[in-house]
């Protein structure tokens, strides 16, 4: 996802976190994906399960958006 966002020069990461909301290696694999995206790059996590990822995601500079209408604000 990083190599594709770097590649296509995205503004904005969206990544949809459904299933499942305990997975310990999440918490891993979000911060080293933060890392990863080039710096002009943000990602905005939603879905039934970004919530309990909260604090990874935040602690990561991501931007946790609870529904499609936060998600079209953030985007404008």
């Known amino acids: 996802m990083a190599a594709a966002a770097l590649q296509s020069r995205a503004k904005v ?13 999440l918490f ?3 911060a ?5 995206l080039p710096p002009a790059t943000t990602l905005a996590a939603g879905g039934p399960a ?7 995601l935040e602690n ?6 609870q529904d ?9």
């Open 13 to 25: 990461l969206a990544l949809s976190i459904v299933y499942p909301a305990d997975d310990p290696r």
């Open 28 to 30: 891993e694999e979000l």
């Open 32 to 36: 080293l994906l933060c890392r990863l």
């Open 50 to 56: 970004a919530a309990a990822y909260r604090t990874a």
């Open 60 to 65: 990561a500079g991501a931007r946790l958006l």
């Open 68 to 76: 499609v209408s936060s998600f079209r604000s953030f985007l404008a």
